[in-house]
């Protein structure tokens, strides 16, 4: 594993997929659009009919059409965006520039693909459309597409928040992606009782066997410390709501026995922060 992927997999702030959810959404978000679409379509014939301009009836909805695919076809990725960057959690700074970046990708992409799409739909037709034509207009689709990504993220983020807090709909825990080859774990944070060092790994303790982790325990320890993890040990993490009691030793060291009935060695130079309020 590289270290851009090890950096990815302890990055704060991921929110885990929501299938059903996620489903819902792109449908709903489909069926407005396809209401929306159509209404901007037939304005767009009635504003050229009042002017007099020549406009066969069908070029406005090739037009909002191909946008409309375009945006559907492209939702999924723009969500999974919004999870992996999700703003609701900080370093914002750094999420914020990987939005940018996506929505630029974004704008880009719609105007070659919609040019493509119009171009195709006008040769069937026996017309002709220059398929370059929205990227020689970028500045006025370019406006359009930073809003209608903005916007994207803003609904989903929303929807995320409000299905997570729904009676009955518990919110997604946040989960870390654990590679093992070409497989995949998607590990509850919750789940995970205590995090040992194991050379450049470190090892997921959980209520059966330990999961290695390519990631450093000081990493680990940046990303659990909102999870109510606290160091016991220089290789050693333990999450304070699965400690049952603090044995001390004569020497300062202390013995951490947990809940479900294992113990762990502690440091002295870590006691004070393990008793912390």
Same mark, same amino acid.
């Given at each position: 594993?590289?270290?851009?992927?090890?950096?990815?997999?302890?990055?704060?702030?991921?929110?885990?997929?929501?299938? @059903?959810?996620?489903? #819902?959404?792109?449908? =709903? &978000?489909?069926? /407005? !659009?396809?209401? %929306?679409?159509?209404?901007?379509?037939?304005?767009?014939?009635?504003?050229?009919?009042?002017?007099g301009?020549?406009?066969?009836?069908?070029?406005?909805?090739?037009?909002?059409?191909?946008?409309?695919?375009?945006?559907?076809?492209?939702?999924?990725?723009?969500?999974?965006?919004?999870?992996?960057?999700?703003?609701?959690?900080?370093?914002?700074?750094?999420?914020?520039?990987?939005? @940018?970046?996506?929505? #630029?990708?974004?704008? =880009? &992409?719609?105007? /070659? !693909?919609?040019? %493509?799409?119009?171009?195709?739909?006008?040769?069937?037709?026996?017309?002709?459309?220059?398929?370059?034509?929205?990227?020689?207009?970028?500045?006025?689709?370019?406006?359009?597409?930073?809003?209608?990504?903005?916007?994207?993220?803003?609904?989903?983020?929303?929807?995320?928040?409000?299905?997570?807090?729904?009676?009955?709909v518990?919110?997604?825990?946040?989960?870390?992606?654990?590679?093992?080859?070409?497989?995949?774990?998607?590990?509850?944070?919750?789940? /995970?009782?205590?995090?040992?060092?194991?050379?450049?790994y470190?090892?997921l303790?959980?209520?059966?066997?330990?999961?290695?982790?390519?990631?450093?325990?000081?990493?680990?320890?940046?990303?659990?410390?909102?999870?109510?993890?606290?160091?016991?040990?220089?290789?050693r993490?333990?999450?304070?709501?699965?400690?049952?009691?603090?044995?001390?030793?004569?020497?300062?060291?202390?013995?951490?026995?947990?809940?479900?009935?294992?113990?762990?060695?502690?440091?002295?130079?870590?006691?004070?922060?393990?008793?912390?309020?």
């Amino acid at each position: 594993m590289s270290q851009a992927e090890d950096r990815e997999d302890t990055a704060p702030g991921r929110i885990a997929p929501d299938p @059903a959810g996620d489903r #819902l959404f792109i449908a =709903v &978000t489909a069926a /407005v !659009l396809a209401v %929306v679409l159509m209404v901007n379509a037939l304005n767009v014939n009635d504003e050229h009919l009042r002017a007099g301009s020549r406009l066969v009836f069908w070029e406005p909805f090739v037009w909002e059409g191909s946008s409309g695919i375009y945006l559907v076809a492209v939702s999924p990725l723009v969500m999974a965006l919004t999870r992996r960057f999700w703003l609701g959690a900080p370093p914002r700074a750094a999420k914020l520039a990987a939005h @940018a970046a996506g929505a #630029l990708i974004f704008s =880009v &992409t719609h105007m /070659v !693909l919609i040019g %493509v799409m119009r171009a195709g739909v006008y040769a069937m037709a026996g017309g002709r459309y220059d398929p370059w034509g929205p990227l020689h207009d970028w500045a006025y689709e370019g406006r359009k597409d930073l809003l209608i990504y903005a916007t994207s993220v803003a609904l989903y983020s929303g929807w995320r928040t409000i299905r997570g807090r729904a009676p009955g709909v518990s919110a997604a825990p946040e989960v870390l992606e654990v590679r093992d080859g070409a497989r995949r774990h998607f590990v509850p944070l919750d789940d /995970v009782v205590w995090v040992e060092a194991a050379g450049n790994y470190v090892e997921l303790h959980r209520g059966g066997a330990g999961l290695l982790h390519r990631a450093s325990l000081s990493a680990m320890e940046k990303r659990l410390q909102t999870a109510g993890f606290v160091r016991i040990h220089r290789s050693r993490l333990v999450r304070r709501k699965a400690v049952a009691a603090v044995d001390s030793k004569p020497t300062g060291d202390f013995v951490v026995r947990l809940r479900d009935g294992r113990e762990l060695a502690g440091s002295r130079r870590y006691r004070r922060p393990l008793l912390a309020d």
